[in-house]
């Protein structure tokens, strides 16, 4: 992956930072039997858990499969192949690939040099198969939100049938599913049916801000709240608050999870505009907030990057939400340094600490104060994506993108891919007294070309 961004640090940062790519899980039997996907939602495991990435869902690609070609549902309608044309240049007639959305998942392990494993389910129910959904770990469960199933049967009745509206928590030490109940607000509507949105976990104090307590669900305990952002999200956005259900005892009924639907105001700083102009396939994430930007959970915020609305150019604008006591407001920044290339369904996430002293905190936690931005694609001419293979970093205190010094043989150009935290480690080992944070990049698609199924470790330092 190239670079992207200049100079534009402020006092006191960091002039560059170190994006480091080292490929994992290559040794014979490290992949066994996981097919290339794209599309697919990943989370960090528990420190509690053996392993440290859960992966699931995504549009998966076989070569093996003998079936007629089905395109890639990202595939516009007018770059499919007619019936009956030739095999490309080169293929010799070679059998098309399968390509079918899936709700299997895997988990990762970074011991003995990066292995997959594949989960198997406790018996029950299981959600049905899709694609472009979002996951988050809250307690003791993996909290499965909406998506696209391309493969459900078409519905005259529903012709947006496809597009799911569940919820579903998988319990990570039985690997056992459960679908969860989600009430709305008194007077709110339902979840509707969404794919190609962002979610985060909010902090603690965030969650409660915004008007839940944990009392709302009928004995079950409070796990956390997700904020969902969808192309529909103006002057408010959905929050989950979820609740992990009670054990039944001597004496008292066993509670299932459940998830209570809020929509939370959100005020603009300016009057035009007052919120990112609607949009999907972006990134959602939690890290530092600004110098001074707040009280109560203003040591967080959220920040949104880049995405595609229904039609025209992709975004590379870049948002914060900050998540203060007396309500949540939208910034739209405009930082120093040049700005990333326009994009869509790339990977993001937040590395470093929020005081720049070199310490580092976990990314979960809110507290990074690097946004990295990797991958993605745009439209080169109208209809045809261009991948793109570049890493960008923008720095939450500074208000700056800084430049950006890639090493190693980084991930091709794709996008619809993963990445996600792993716990940090000290880089002594390699030379290095400060600390960093690291991350797994996983698959992704090239459009038109390749799905992979390669992993990296990305590890973000300061220079």
Do not use: K
């Not at 319990?171 to 339902?190: I, N, S, Y």
Request: proline content about 11%.
């Amino acid at each position: 992956m190239s670079a992207a961004g200049s100079h534009g640090a402020g006092p006191g940062t960091a002039q560059h930072v170190r994006v480091r790519f080292e490929p994992t899980a290559v040794s014979a039997g490290a992949r066994a039997g996981l097919v290339p996907r794209s599309g697919a939602c990943a989370a960090p495991l528990p420190a509690w858990h053996p392993a440290q990435v859960i992966i699931l869902g995504g549009y998966t690609e076989e070569q093996q499969g003998q079936p007629p070609q089905q395109p890639h549902p990202q595939q516009e309608a007018s770059t499919v192949p007619a019936a009956g044309a030739a095999p490309a240049p080169g293929s010799a007639g070679a059998a098309p690939p399968r390509r079918a959305p899936t709700i299997e998942a895997w988990t990762y392990s970074g011991e003995g040099g990066g292995r997959w494993s594949a989960v198997e389910y406790a018996p029950g129910p299981v959600p049905q198969p899709r694609l472009t959904a979002q996951a988050a770990v809250l307690g003791g469960g993996l909290w499965l939100v909406g998506g696209w199933d391309p493969s459900a049967p078409p519905d005259g009745a529903n012709p947006t049938a496809a597009f799911l509206n569940d919820v579903w928590r998988l319990d990570l030490r039985t690997w056992a599913w459960q679908q969860v109940e989600v009430v709305p607000e008194p007077g709110g509507e339902p979840l509707p049916r969404i794919s190609r949105f962002a979610m985060a976990p909010l902090p603690p104090a965030a969650g409660s801000s915004s008007g839940c307590s944990s009392g709302s669900s009928s004995g079950s305990s409070s796990c956390g709240s997700l904020l969902i952002h969808t192309h529909r999200c103006g002057e408010s956005v959905m929050v989950l608050h979820c609740f992990d259900g009670a054990a039944g005892g001597e004496g008292s009924a066993a509670q299932p999870a459940r998830a209570v639907l809020r929509r939370v105001p959100v005020r603009g700083a300016a009057a035009d505009p007052p919120s990112p102009p609607s949009r999907g396939l972006h990134s959602l994430t939690l890290a530092a907030a600004a110098p001074g930007s707040g009280t109560g959970s203003a040591s967080a915020a959220l920040y949104v990057y880049g995405g595609a609305p229904q039609s025209g150019s992709m975004y590379n604008d870049l948002w914060r939400l900050d998540l203060e006591t007396g309500g949540w407001s939208w910034v739209q920044l405009d930082p120093a340094g040049a700005a990333p290339h326009a994009r869509c369904s790339h990977v993001a996430g937040a590395a470093g600490s929020s005081s720049g002293t070199g310490s580092s905190s976990g990314s979960s936690s809110g507290s990074g104060r690097y946004l990295v931005v990797a991958g993605g694609s745009y439209y080169s001419q109208p209809g045809r994506l261009q991948p793109l293979d570049d890493v960008a970093v923008y720095d939450t205190q500074s208000n700056a993108w800084l430049e950006v010094e890639v090493e190693g043989p980084a991930p091709s150009p794709r996008n619809a891919s993963i990445m996600v935290p792993l716990q940090p480690q000290p880089l002594a080992a390699v030379g290095d007294s400060s600390a960093a944070n690291r991350f797994l990049l996983h698959g992704g698609w090239r459009p038109f070309v390749e799905t992979y199924n390669d992993s990296y470790i990305v590890t973000v330092s300061e220079v």
